[in-house]
């Protein structure tokens, strides 16, 4: 199994910065992708930004130029940077892992509980 906890939500005004931090922790795993996803209000859950264990980064059109993902592999730990935010951005912000579990010798994927990210006008 391998557990999520997020940091780094919170409230800001329109124009700031938040980072957001995803820790994954267990044992006998490795990790294929990261990514982070939100929800807004009656919408449904979309991608944000992926990371792959190479280093390779997707976007959404939306956060493009204004937002960064990124990993330290050593630390299991993903963050997103989060610049020039707008009011629209305004989710629970949810971090998700691929990750094999040489236990089971299979893929799996995980989420964490959410943080929430509001961005005031």
């Known amino acids: 199994q391998v557990q999520l906890v997020e940091s780094g939500g919170g409230l800001v005004q329109a124009g700031g910065s938040l980072r957001l931090s995803c820790a994954a922790s267990g044992s006998r795993f490795s990790i294929n992708a990261m990514g982070w996803y939100r929800q807004a209000p009656g919408k449904q859950r979309e991608l944000v930004a992926t990371?792959?264990?190479?280093?390779?980064?997707n976007y959404a059109d939306s956060v493009k130029g204004r937002f960064t993902i990124s990993r330290d592999n050593a630390k299991n730990t993903m963050y997103l940077q989060m610049n020039s935010l707008k009011p629209e951005d305004t989710a629970v912000y949810y971090c998700?892992?691929?990750?094999?579990?040489?236990?089971?010798?299979?893929?799996?994927?995980?989420w964490g509980q959410g943080t929430q990210v509001t961005v005031s006008s």
């Open positions: 990371i792959r264990s190479g280093g390779n980064t």
């Open positions: 998700n892992c691929n990750a094999y579990l040489s236990s089971g010798g299979y893929n799996r994927d995980y």
